[in-house]
């Protein structure tokens, strides 16, 4: 059971140095630095499709709030787009 333990610290701890790197975002965070965040987030190892990323996230209101969302929730914008883009995509 330790070793869970100590997993999820490792784990969380990694997570915590990964969001260090992304952009500030509690002023003027805009849909580059958002697209710039996940390439980053993700080591470039995932071959997103960068244009309907910026689109989704373009539309109106979505940026500000999953800001908001990251704001409230304590994590960051890329954790919240990606929590929308898998809700909106379930809802289709």
């Known amino acids: ?6 997993e999820i610290k490792l784990k969380r ?9 992304l ?3 509690k002023s003027e965070y805009t849909v580059d630095q958002l697209i710039a965040d996940l390439t980053v ?3 470039n190892e ?6 309907k990323l910026r689109a989704q996230a373009s539309r109106p209101g979505i940026l500000k ?8 929730n304590n994590t960051h914008p890329v954790s919240e787009f ?3 883009l898998v809700k909106s995509s379930t809802k289709e």
């Open 82 to 84: 990606l929590k929308y």
């Open 65 to 72: 709030s999953i800001v908001e969302a990251a704001v409230k």
């Open 46 to 51: 995932v071959d997103f499709d960068l244009k």
């Open 1 to 6: 059971m330790i070793e869970d333990s100590d």
């Open 13 to 21: 701890e990694e997570r915590k140095q990964k969001f260090g790197q």
């Open 41 to 43: 987030y993700f080591d």
């Open 23 to 25: 952009h500030d975002f």
